[in-house]
């Protein structure tokens, strides 16, 4: 085995010192795969996915006995929290209990060490907490909803973006469903973000009532998807891309080109076992232009006139 530096050769990895405890213990049992399974695949994604998770408050579900135990749905920190994790204090929070966020690999590594099986960013980066700069639409089909549809329903959600102004993106939730993310210029409040978002659903579901609810009173509706715009409001919080998922199958919320959308492709068909092949037969990140992509929700209203 050649023993010499190769400066051509795969980029160094990020630094990881984070030391596992446990580590061989099994947090999805049918895949078998295990703590120290879990921190080797969020190494591996980590390129793709910092930049949807840095310094963003984040709500974790925690796991520590993985996904056949307890589930913990977790917004605030608790004491004997790894220090590579970064504690933050939300402006409007009058208690001021601390909420969590990462800088880096070790700080998600500090995150598997406490159990965490999922990550959940709000639509915000903690330099400016009132001005999101992620629009998500979370696509919830009912029972009975061929996956076409729901594909179709992304689709839908992607072109009413475009007509606002907006770029949008795709991703498998791990899930049930399709998540549809938009890039946004920090510079709308969160109320003008939610109105716009329940602008969307609303209409979706007035020009094909047949098809899609955009309330979740009927969101149990046999046959129909829900246009699930409530992720976007100040404090609520959404699957972060390449988060695994605490049910059974190991399942990540996958970025997709929109090429990629397809009945082969159901919404947790991507899994921390078959991402790194994903990866490494990937020629670009599917999502390398969602930053570049943004432009502020003014713009997107001004051209409104396609949507309502
Ligand atoms: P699916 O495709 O199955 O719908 P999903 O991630 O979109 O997967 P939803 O039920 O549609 O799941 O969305 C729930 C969202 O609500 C989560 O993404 C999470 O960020 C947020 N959430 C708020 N409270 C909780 C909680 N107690 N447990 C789990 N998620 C919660
Ligand atoms: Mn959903
Ligand atoms: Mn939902």
Redesign the pocket.
Known sequence: RETSIDARAEPELPKRTVILTHADRIYWPDEGVTKEGLADYYTDVWTYMAPFVVQRPL?L?RCPDGISGQHF?QKHAWKGLNESIVLIHDPKDEDDTPLISIDDLDGLLGLVQAGSLEL?PWGVTVADWEHPETIIM?L?PGPNVPWERVIEAAEETRDRMRSAGLEAFVKT?G???L?VVSPLKPTAEWPAVKAFTKSIADQMAADSPERYVSTITKSKRQGKILI?YL?NQRGS???APYSTRARPGAAVSMPLTWDELSPAIG?AYFTVNNTPTRLAALRSDPWEDFRAAAAPLEKAKSKKSGVR
Do not use: N
């Open positions: 709500a579900l749905f959940h979370d919830d939730s899930g049930k469903g998540h699930d992720r919080t959404a699957v919404p």
